[in-house]
């Protein structure tokens, strides 16, 4: 079976960033940031990108571009015979299916709060009538299925009609939108009284305050966050390798990827932390910060039900592009291992996927237990389970793996990588990083797996 192709190298672009730009981004990041002192937060944020995102990420781009197949496949063709790294090529298919379990339900979610704000659910609601619609939403099982279901379907039909047809021209149309409304709302929240407050607190170094949280737990927390937004270690990115052309280098296109990565996450503090000023409301409310504090903010606002849902609209798309992207790496997987056409594998994939994402919704509800997890936002139900899965186990481990693939003697091999990822033109991988990416990028990655497991 022929393999597609992007029809555009922005196509490509903006459909890899699609799939790194998520919940990650525009709600994990703001609280974090607001979390971890504001200004020093963001300035180890970048460098930990630098230092740790991209060569991550042009390695899973590489041996997807190189072997020009899924997961599983892909590591057979590169891999030295006898060996088994395509084992791990099905552990990043259940880690995309795991992800997807949870991501459905919260990008569910997004779309549930924009029809609300839209139809003006919201509207002459106090801080008290605001928190009621979050719990009534999360006690009702038949509505959170519906968003969860809507979001499912919608995601297979796209994906349905392949490559260029499907994901490309729907992730584009999306991304464009997506970045002008982020412009818009952040133009928007700089408007309000006291907003330069917010600016400041998010922008300006504060060794002072980061010094409160702990220096060190700043760097992790940058280091974690750096990592996680990009969807590295189950393959998410390595199939958009698979389908790219050889014309650009592949450290200048995930230098670009980080870039668009970098900018919505960073538009979203914009949006975010000048709203919670003027409003006086903690930048560092945790992840209840896109439920219940901001739609407080938007209530009290002039032209608030507008600008709710503009802002839960961007919100929607900014989920919805890593569920195309997983669901495509899902469906291309089936393709290329068990010989499905691209029609059989949406039909069943979908089904699985319906089926899969109950219990999150139910976890909420009907299957509602306590457990006590580290860090779990919610109280330790289903989702926060499947969740420390994936962001503490399957990431950073996946990522590890793919590193040791493309650097040492017994995988791929470094010399191997580092031609793949310097042909075509643009930015070029330098030999001399290679005692780097051995000895000191492994280490960097289980500090991070530790400090997840801690």
């Known amino acids: 079976m022929q393999r597609e192709n992007f029809q555009s190298r922005l196509g490509f ?10 919940i990650g981004n525009v709600w994990k990041f703001p609280y974090v940031t607001g979390a971890n002192g504001g200004g020093v937060f963001v300035l180890f944020y970048i460098i930990s990108l630098i230092i740790m995102g991209v060569p991550i990420l042009t390695m899973e ?14 590591y057979k063709t590169l891999e030295p015979k006898g060996s088994k790294w395509h084992l791990h090529g099905w552990f990043c298919i259940i880690g995309c299916c795991l992800l997807m379990m949870y991501y459905t339900t919260v990008s569910g979610w997004m779309l549930g709060y924009c029809v609300k704000f839209a139809t003006g659910t919201f509207n002459g609601l106090d801080a008290a009538g605001v928190d009621a619609v979050w719990s009534d939403m999360l006690a009702n099982p ?25 994901l490309e021209r729907i992730s584009k149309w999306m991304m464009i939108c997506l970045l002008v409304l982020i412009v818009i709302l952040a133009v928007n929240s700089l408007t ?63 230098v670009r990827i980080c870039c668009l990565d970098t900018f919505v996450a960073f538009m979203s503090g914009m949006i975010i932390f000048p709203a919670c000023f003027s409003f006086g409301i903690q930048p560092d409310s945790g992840p209840s910060l896109i439920f219940l504090t901001l739609p407080r903010v938007f209530v009290n606002m002039a032209g608030g ?8 609209l961007f919100m929607t798309f900014a989920s919805f592009t890593t569920v195309l992207a997983v669901f495509e790496n899902i469906l291309a997987s089936c393709m290329d291992n068990f010989g499905w056409s691209r029609k059989k594998s949406t039909i069943l994939c979908c089904v699985f996927m319906l089926l899969a994402s109950l219990p999150c919704v139910l976890g909420y509800n009907l299957w509602y237990f306590e457990l006590v997890l580290p860090n779990a936002p919610n109280g330790g139900q289903i989702l926060d389970i499947e969740d420390f899965l994936v962001s503490n186990l399957l990431l ?11 650097v040492s003697k017994w995988g791929w091999g470094f010399d191997k990588y580092l031609a793949e990822a310097n042909t075509g033109t643009g930015l070029k991988m330098a030999r001399w990083l290679k005692p780097y990416f051995q000895f000191i990028l492994p280490l960097l990655i289980l500090v991070i797996l530790v400090q997840g497991l801690i």
């Open 142 to 166: 038949g509505e959170m299925a519906l968003w969860m279901v809507i979001t499912v379907l919608v995601g297979f039909i796209v994906c349905s009609f392949g490559l260029q047809k499907g």
């Open 396 to 406: 950073p481990i996946g990522s590890l793996i793919y590193l040791l693939f493309c």
């Open 61 to 74: 781009l590489a041996v997807g571009r190189a072997s020009r197949k899924s997961a599983v496949l892909g």
């Open 305 to 312: 039900q507008i600008w709710g849902a503009l802002f839960f």
């Open 13 to 22: 672009i903006l459909v890899s960033a699609g799939c790194a730009i998520g």
């Open 192 to 254: 309000l009284d006291n907003a330069i407050e917010g600016v400041k607190f998010y922008l300006l170094p504060d060794f002072q305050r980061a010094g409160e949280v702990g220096i060190g737990n700043v760097i992790v927390a940058a280091m974690n966050q750096s990592f996680f937004t990009l969807s590295l270690g189950i393959a998410a990115m390595e199939i958009f390798g698979s389908y790219m052309s050889k014309e650009h280098t592949l450290p200048g296109e995930a």
